[in-house]
């Protein structure tokens, strides 16, 4: 069963970004948006593959979150380009990762869980993204974490007693390591301890991470749609 949405925006409350945003040499910027309270968003921008993957996800409401992600990530780059945003002609790795197809291009990945959506670029290095909204699904915690993040942090999380303590832990540690995955391509199968991670401020809803291929000077969190 697909989560039930939040009431109300579940982005976190960062400032809304600029319009016309420049990358900065050794900067990471990030992207927020609520899916489900972003406005009226020009489909059209889409790709004829990616119209044709949107279609194919069978239900609602993640057909929809799923082609208004694209969209906005197909804006935000062409706001940093200053070009059209169906003109872009985003690729995927074989690993899953997408990104643009030319030299010079930026470096960036996304990631939405339910309507929460984040996207971070960068001009200097590789990146990943990720981020989980904390709901109240059951989950074998010890099974997940032994299978996926190893034994230390499977003995570790089984020490927690208290279950909504346990999840909200198990779930900071899973994006850590799913966004090294997605820094890297090698994606969840293969562990990867590579890379710069830091935790993004994401509310009491939701739990993110970022992973860099080197610390960056700074990372600069916005929300969109951007603001004059």
């Known amino acids: 069963m697909a989560d039930a949405p939040l009431p109300g925006p579940c982005a976190p409350a960062w400032p809304s970004g600029p319009v016309r945003p420049h990358l900065e040499y050794g900067v990471v910027d990030v992207w927020s948006c609520d899916l489900d309270h972003c406005g009226e968003l020009e489909l059209a921008h889409l790709s004829a593959d990616e119209r044709t993957r949107a279609s194919g996800i069978a239900r609602e409401p993640a057909r929809t979150r799923w082609a208004r992600a694209r969209?906005?990530?197909?804006?935000?780059?062409?706001?940093?380009?200053?070009?059209?945003?169906g003109e872009l002609?985003?690729?995927?790795?074989?690993?899953?990762?997408?990104?643009l197809g030319r030299a010079g291009a930026p470096h960036f990945n996304l990631s939405h869980?339910?309507?929460l959506l984040l996207v971070a670029v960068s001009s200097t290095d590789p990146v990943g993204v990720d981020?989980?909204?904390?709901?109240?699904?059951?989950?074998d915690v010890a099974a997940i974490a032994s299978r996926a993040l190893g034994p230390e942090q499977a003995a570790r999380l089984?020490?927690?007693e208290d279950s909504a303590e346990q999840t909200r832990e198990f779930l900071r540690v899973w994006v850590a390591h799913e966004a090294r995955g997605k820094l890297t391509g090698v994606g969840l199968a293969a562990r990867s301890e590579h890379g710069w991670v830091t935790?993004?401020?994401?509310?009491?809803?939701?739990?993110?991470?970022?992973?860099?291929?080197?610390e960056p000077t700074a990372v600069r969190c916005w929300s969109w749609p951007p603001r004059d």
């Open 89 to 99: 002609e985003l690729g995927v790795r074989a690993g899953g990762k997408p990104f």
């Open 131 to 139: 981020v989980e909204l904390i709901t109240l699904k059951e989950r």
């Open 158 to 160: 089984a020490q927690i």
């Open 71 to 85: 969209v906005i990530l197909r804006e935000l780059l062409a706001s940093y380009l200053d070009e059209a945003p």
């Open 199 to 214: 935790e993004l401020a994401s509310g009491a809803q939701a739990v993110a991470a970022l992973a860099t291929a080197s």
């Open 113 to 115: 869980s339910g309507q």
